[in-house]
């Protein structure tokens, strides 16, 4: 089996997921160490142009499934798509970035192609030509060293912001592929009849680099105004707890946490939030975090790296102001 | 209609976990064990459509692992699943969520009941990684969805109609049945299972494979091997930022800005 590695690039109404472009950092160290070819496939309806915004990013070839039944993601046939590239690239390791899209469609060819998977994974190496990688479980409070059996293909979801993305190199090329790609009709059985944008003009929380989040001390819905204000500012976006979500204060969608999302993201400002074990697990991977509660004892203080024993009320205009000041001097 | 319901035992969330001398397993001595909340969903969910519908004939709920006794199994049954499925082995005790998975389709193909709708939770609270459901849908050949918040069954029983969660937004989809659902939060609210339900649940049925009663088990060998389990890396102390408000938020932006170079 060859070494060849093929990364998936995960394009949304025709715009490249960021975290896509970070995968191609594990590409890169991977294909150093075994001298595989680095291939990338893209998948969607009218995305051949999206080639240019990935050559920069020095993969051999880029595969292109271009197909109107692809416009949408539907599982069945985007693992068609992938495996037809499979075949092509002859990749034996393929890299994905931990999104919704990809925990919904590796599994699925993982399944088919009895290939081993990890998802979520942190770390990335090799150790006599076996791939290992680091993944958290148990909620966040344990993480698993596994080695992935060689006999066959190996899948990887990479967690956003666990590697930066290289830096693109101009002039670059690479050999451009398009997939035949075909669909039965039991491929197509699912149809996407809607997408309802669920985030009123504000950043989802596992998409963003900084992430304002709040707790059930913030007493309303209104209350969160504050921090929607602070995070416009940052250009961030709005997370809560649960606690904040079953009170009603915030949509379900933005809840982070381990029933909610997890989110790494470079700045993580929780106020309010006391640091359940569950909230925990869905952020203690962020960069930093900064912790704003009138409790000294709170949870959330073992994982920040800023600490304010402050009332949240008083301090977040004042941040806001300050984050204002330093958006002018800029 | 007939339902399949899936239900794993994991650890519960809140307990604190101790990682074993050798660093390959977890202390499982006073170790609280409960049922995936995310199959909770799946089999509330379940559960309702029974009591919504006269056209849904029976509910199974199927879980595999290494454990004899099981919380999870016993929880379903106690809300409302009709018999159970326990296909119980020590080479499912690992990781690899696509082996359960094919050996669960293996296991569920030698059912004399063809399901209809198979609901499952978005993930496992221990492996955390949500392989599960994709992966046996793609063994059973069956269309999956999911991350599903809103499920609706049409009333003829043919065809499900769908509200999955993705970045930002929300996917309606339609797909005909059988299919299988993996339920995200905000789906359903589980209900308590009471405890007259509780000792009535331990007089249903409950049907116990092993791995030798699978037609092919030599077939599955894991894709995955766990080296080792350590606690996550620590993070570095914690910086407190003293003085009144303003002077607080002016030093902590200062922080932000010069030291830990975030903004």
Known sequence: ?330 | MKILTLAMQVPDSRAALKISPGGKSLETRDLKLICNPFDEFAVEQAVQLKEQRSDVEEIVVATIGAEKPNQAIRTALAMGADRGIQLCDDIFSGQDEILLAEALAAAIRLQETTFDLILCGKQAIDTDSGEFGPALAEFLDLPHVGAVVKLDISEDGTSLRAHRRIEGAEEIVECPLPALITCEKGLIEPRYPSLPNLMKAKKKPLQILAASDLPEPGCLTPGLQLLELTPPAPRPPCTFIEGPPEKMARELVKRLRDEAKVI
């Open chain 1, 1 to 330: 089996m060859s070494a060849n590695i093929l990364i998936f690039i995960e394009q949304r109404s025709g715009r490249i997921v960021p975290a896509s472009r970070q995968i191609f950092a594990v590409a890169q160290e991977l294909s150093l160490k075994t001298g595989g070819k680095i291939h990338a496939v893209i998948a969607g309806e009218g995305i051949g142009n999206l080639t240019d915004e990935i050559t920069p990013l020095q993969p051999d070839s880029i595969h292109v499934a271009d197909h109107p039944e692809l416009r949408f993601y539907r599982a069945q046939p985007y693992a068609q798509a992938l495996c037809a590239a499979i075949k092509t690239s002859e990749a034996q390791t393929i890299l994905f970035a931990t999104t919704s899209l990809s925990r919904d469609l590796a599994p699925r060819l993982a399944a088919r192609l009895k290939a081993a998977i990890a998802t979520d994974c942190l770390e990335v190496s090799t150790e006599n030509g076996e791939l290992r990688i680091r993944r958290p479980m148990y909620c966040a409070k344990c993480v698993g060293t596994f080695s992935l059996a060689t006999d066959r293909v190996q899948i990887l979801t990479i967690r956003p912001n666990a590697y930066p993305t290289p830096v693109p190199q101009a002039g670059t090329s690479a050999t451009i592929q398009s997939l035949d790609v075909a669909f039965s009709d039991h491929d197509l059985a699912l149809k996407v009849v809607d997408v309802v944008s669920t985030s009123e003009g504000v950043r989802d929380v596992t998409e963003a680099d900084i992430i304002v989040s709040g707790g059930r001390s913030l007493q309303s819905k209104e209350n969160f105004s504050m921090l929607y204000e602070m995070a416009e500012t940052l250009g961030a976006a709005v997370g809560a707890s649960r606690a904040a979500v079953d009170a009603g204060f915030q949509p379900p969608s933005r809840q982070v946490g381990l029933t909610g999302k997890i989110v790494s993201p470079r700045l993580y400002l929780a106020f309010g939030i006391d640091g359940a074990i569950q909230h925990l697990a869905g952020m203690r991977g962020s960069k930093v975090i900064v912790a704003i509660n009138t409790k000294a004892e709170a949870p959330i203080f073992s994982v920040a790296t800023y600490g304010c024993v402050a009332d949240l009320f008083t301090l977040a205009p004042l941040l806001t102001e300050e984050f204002r000041n330093l958006n002018g001097s800029n």
